[in-house]
């Protein structure tokens, strides 16, 4: 690129182009030019990138409403909750008393039953329905389903064991099916999200 | 870039002298699959898999172009356009058969093709470019093959774009962000759908781009052949044009018996009837498997169930799933570094005991149980036999081949290609002239394993 410049200027005028210590007054050109298109270039990638994720449509936050005064112990539902799988399992006295009787800390995801209950109404256990490995949903929430080696919930797809908990005890999911936030909003109905 | 003694291209109309001299295209399709291209003569039928492979390409490129004008990319109606495609549109089931199928011969032949490349250690100098080029475009397939099963929406299409974009979910720290932003929401839906549609007609194109890349790699030093000893004279080599193209040709009969019998008589045999029921977010399969040109990639995924510990502390290192996500991606990479892990310079399976014994006792049957298992139920004894071929599979690459190829002592090589094919008798007469990289036979790989004269 010197070349071409020197060859392109009058001779006698390259002394005015270069300075000294070589700088000519044509880099300031290449510099400013080559910044400008690079971060120019640069920043068109963030639109290019933002534009996959979620839209705000689906950003919206939606809640889900479920009455859970129909469900006897030892029962569970299978409802939704922004567009994905929602267990509400209301647990029997023994499934509390093998959820309690784990020494919390060999577990995996460590967490005990009241952690993952609200104040009250232990035996009223809410979670997701998507196994934490990648994301199948898991059986036993109706009648007659597999419900793994520890009685709470088993994935299908590569083998994750849920405890009556919901806590991951065996296979290859890293953690336990997630408690949404919710809170009752009558005392029958609770409001999730 | 080619053999001394190749022939040249020469214009006889005015026409074509017209043509060569504004944009000499017939020139360089002469000169690529033409006669003007010498080729080792003694190619066996493991040769025919590149040809076929970009046979296959272009089926699933003018299928696939054809199915999208009657496709429509949304979650609601996708299911139902190809039943459409099915029912209503003229020839609509032959072209969508044509393209299913058209994926897993696809699939055969580069497994097929690669498989050739392990026994006759093609991906050995001077043609690790060519490999390493092949890898790309065979995980630019497997990403175009993914993409592509998901659009019908059906079961195995939700729960496969669900299960596969949860790997990068595995990932530390930006797993969980990245998933949300592969899909475009919480789970697979419009969003999802509607890019891998995108993606899936463009990855195509970037494939026959990758592999014009890799053909020009390969015309470089020319094909290797089975001997796995460089063409050093004329009388190794004949014109591509007849003799390939010939073959080439036979081998695409037979192909395509295959193929259309496949698309005529057993058009679902390879595919799941759950991808007949509509996407149900709410309800998984109960056997929830890739297509089967993935299953050994599963069946790695899957043998990862426990978490990598320091004995006795309980601190977890890496939990199971990213170790799953990591074995299965790794079994692929460590294709890349295959050039520099098998540093024997005998190139052919055929002059090597070790390696051959190896091969054949050891890696066919681990990926022969790796295909199997990846199509099983997620249980014992699967889950076990796994965790055992997939901890094979790895000591294969990285322990076994490097020793061997340092305590191999390989068989004697001919001293040509041609003396390899007539015997020796045959070579002393054989004309020497004009080789291109023969003369310094001390720098080639195999040279140093040539008999002395
Ligand atoms: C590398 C080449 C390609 C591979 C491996 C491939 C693979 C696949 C697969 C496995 C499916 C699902 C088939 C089914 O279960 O019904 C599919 C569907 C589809 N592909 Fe491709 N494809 C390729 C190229 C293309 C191209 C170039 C286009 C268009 C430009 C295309 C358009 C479509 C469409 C519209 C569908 C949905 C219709 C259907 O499901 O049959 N594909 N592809
Ligand atoms: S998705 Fe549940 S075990 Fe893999």
């Keep these: ?193 | 870039m080619s053999f001394a003694w190749a022939k040249q291209y020469e214009p006889k109309s005015a026409f074509t002298k017209w043509i060569d001299e504004k944009l000499p295209f017939p020139r360089l399709v002469y000169n690529a699959v033409g006669a003007g291209y010498p080729v080792p003569r003694n190619l066996n039928y493991m040769w025919n898999f590149g040809v076929l492979a970009g046979f296959c390409l272009m089926i699933q490129i003018i299928t696939g172009v054809v199915l999208a004008m009657h496709y429509a990319a949304n979650a609601t109606v996708a299911f139902g356009t190809v039943e459409h495609i099915m029912r209503n549109v003229n020839y609509g089931w032959m072209l969508r058969y044509a393209h299913a199928n058209g994926a897993s011969f696809f699939f055969i032949v580069i497994y097929l093709h690669i498989f050739r490349g392990f026994f006759y250690s093609s991906y050995k100098a001077p043609r690790e470019m060519i490999w390493l080029l092949g890898v790309v475009i065979f995980l630019l397939m497997m990403a175009t093959a993914f993409m592509g099963y998901v659009l019908p929406w059906g079961q195995m299409s939700f729960w496969g774009a669900q299960v596969i974009t949860g790997l990068f979910g595995a990932i530390p720290l930006v797993g969980e962000p990245l998933q949300i932003w592969l899909l475009g929401g919480f789970a697979p839906d419009n969003a999802a759908l509607n890019r891998f549609f995108s993606l899936h007609f463009l990855l195509p194109f970037v494939i026959a781009g990758v592999v014009i890349l890799h053909i020009w790699a390969l015309h470089i030093p020319g094909s290797s052949n089975p001997t796995g000893v460089e063409v050093k004279s004329e009388s190794d080599t004949v014109p591509f044009h007849p003799y390939y193209t010939s073959k080439d040709g036979f081998g695409l009969g037979v192909f395509l018996i295959l193929f259309t019998a496949m698309v005529f008589f057993l058009p679902n045999a390879l595919g799941h009837p759950d991808n007949y029921i509509e996407a149900n977010p709410l309800s998984t399969p109960a056997l929830i498997v890739p297509e089967w040109y993935f299953y050994p990639f599963y069946a790695i995924l899957r043998a990862f169930t426990g978490d990598l510990t320091i004995p006795f502390t309980g601190i977890v290192l890496i939990p199971a799933k990213l170790l799953g996500v990591i074995g299965m991606f790794g079994s692929i990479l460590v294709w890349f570094i295959l050039p520099w892990l098998d540093k024997s310079p005998v190139r052919s399976g055929h002059y090597r005991p070790l390696f051959r014994k190896f091969f054949w006792f050891g890696l066919v049957p681990t990926m022969a149980a790796l295909f199997y298992l990846g199509g099983t139920h997620a249980e014992e004894p699967y889950i076990m036999l796994s965790q055992f071929f997939t901890a094979y599979y790895f000591l294969h690459f990285l322990v076994i081949l490097p020793i061997i190829s340092q305590i191999e002592v390989p068989k004697p090589l001919p001293f040509s290609i041609t003396e390899g094919v007539l015997g020796k008798a045959a070579t002393t007469e054989a004309p020497r002239a004009g080789t291109v990289d023969g003369g310094d036979a001390g720098t080639l790989p195999d040279g140093s394993l040539q008999p002395a004269e």
């Design chain 1, 1 to 193: 690129m010197a070349d071409m410049s020197g060859a392109s200027t009058p001779a006698g005028a390259t002394d005015m182009l270069d300075g000294a210590d070589g700088v000519r007054r044509r880099d300031w050109i290449h510099i400013a030019a080559l910044s400008t298109a690079g971060v120019g270039g640069a920043s068109l990638l963030f639109p290019l990138v933002s534009q996959m994720a979620p839209s705000a449509d689906v950003l919206a936050q939606s809640t889900s409403e479920v009455d859970v005064s129909a469900i006897e112990p030892g029962q569970a539902i299978k409802t939704t909750f922004r567009k994905q799988p929602l267990f509400v399992r209301r647990l029997t006295p023994k499934e509390i008393e093998e959820a309690n009787a784990v020494d919390v800390g060999s577990l995996r995801d460590p967490q005990t039953l009241a952690e993952r209950t609200l104040v009250g109404s232990e035996n009223l256990l809410v979670t997701m329905g998507v196994c934490t490995h990648l994301g199948c949903v898991p059986l036993g929430a109706a009648a007659g389903e597999d419900r793994g080696d520890f009685g709470g919930y088993f994935c299908p797809c590569h083998g994750s064991h849920y405890d009556t908990a919901g806590r991951i005890r065996k296979g290859p999911a890293p953690k336990n099916l997630s408690v949404p936030e919710y809170a009752f909003k009558t005392d029958t109905v609770i409001r999730i999200g």
